[in-house]
Nanobody
Framework: VQLQACGGGLVQAGGSLRLSCAAS????????VAWFSRAPGDERVFVAA????????HYADSAKGRFTIAKDIAKNTVYLQMNSLKPEDTATYYC????????????????WGQGTLVTVSS
């Protein structure tokens, strides 16, 4: 499975972005999908995840109430809607996927996209 993330960019604090993760060689209906962020010099940090069948969604505390993860099975795409962005959200965001049906907040996912950079200015 190959993942392609896009949608990052430069936005002012308080603004919004929608990240997209498209899959080839697999369908998101059979994958649990997560978003991680990585600021320069830091480790990958869990942001949000949605289980294989969409029945379970988890968010990091920093994302709750501001970010929304969703699957569009017809488009084979997973989205991360990011609202009320803060400068501390600045990072490269990666989508990741795995065949298991449960969510892990550790970066223990089999498939990774290349990342898309989000920069939030103050």
């Amino acid at each position: 499975v190959q993942l392609q993330a896009c949608g990052g960019g430069l936005v002012q604090a308080g603004g919004s972005l929608r990240l997209s993760c498209a899959a080839s060689g697999g369908t998101f209906g059979t994958l649990t999908v997560a978003w991680f962020s990585r600021a320069p010099g830091d480790e990958r940090v869990f942001v949000a995840a949605i289980s294989k069948y969409g029945g379970t969604i988890h968010y990091a505390d920093s994302a709750k109430g501001r970010f929304t993860i969703a699957k569009d099975i017809a488009k084979n795409t997973v989205y991360l809607q990011m609202n009320s962005l803060k400068p501390e959200d600045t990072a490269t965001y990666y989508c990741a996927a795995d065949l298991r049906n449960w969510i892990e907040s550790s970066p223990n996912y089999a498939f990774w996209g290349q990342g898309t950079l989000v920069t939030v200015s103050s």
